[in-house]
């Protein structure tokens, strides 16, 4: 293993042309939005978990690497919202067969968790990642100001 290759498994070189652009798309359009505010949650919820995947580190690279590492491996950051998400997804699906005369709701469900479920879980994360990215620079000073933060007295 390439000790300098993303620890996530998440490398922009794995990603078709088609791939990327729809992650451009998706940031451009806002569609995005709210998974850097479910990341920022994520941090201010696991910053020291955060911060010793870094080894205590306050390089940039550091940081984000540990971030992404706890991303990928939480694998869901606002469980309600991709619950309905992949819901929408599911509906979807239910049209389009319903289209071809397949009316089995309760197969048809099945059959899409069988056979997009992971990938589609998949895809959530390498959005995240990408997220992570386009705002390394914010999420470094969000954990590293917390940091900077002394310990806060006990009022007693």
């Not at 995947?53 to 950051?77: D, F, N, Q």
């Not at 390498?126 to 992570?132: A, H, I, K, N």
Request: charged share 35%; proline share 4%; with cysteine.
């Amino acid at each position: 293993m390439n000790p300098d290759s993303d620890p996530t498994g998440f490398d922009y070189e794995d990603l078709t042309e088609a791939e990327r652009f729809a992650l451009e798309l998706r940031w451009y359009d806002g569609s995005m939005l709210p998974y850097f505010e479910w990341i920022m949650e994520l941090i201010e919820n696991r910053r020291a978990e955060i911060v010793q995947r870094a080894a205590g580190s306050s390089e940039p690279a550091a940081l984000i690497a540990a971030t992404k590492r706890v991303i990928a491996e939480c694998g869901s950051l606002h469980m309600a919202a991709e619950m309905k998400a992949q819901k929408e997804e599911i509906e979807k699906e239910l049209w389009c067969q319903g289209q071809k005369g397949r009316h089995d709701r309760a197969k048809i469900k099945q059959e899409w968790a069988q056979r997009y479920g992971a990938d589609w879980r998949r895809w959530r994360v390498r959005e995240y990642l990408f997220v992570v990215d386009r705002c390394a620079e914010r999420i470094v000073e969000a954990l590293q100001s917390a940091a900077d933060d002394p310990p806060s007295a006990v009022s007693q």
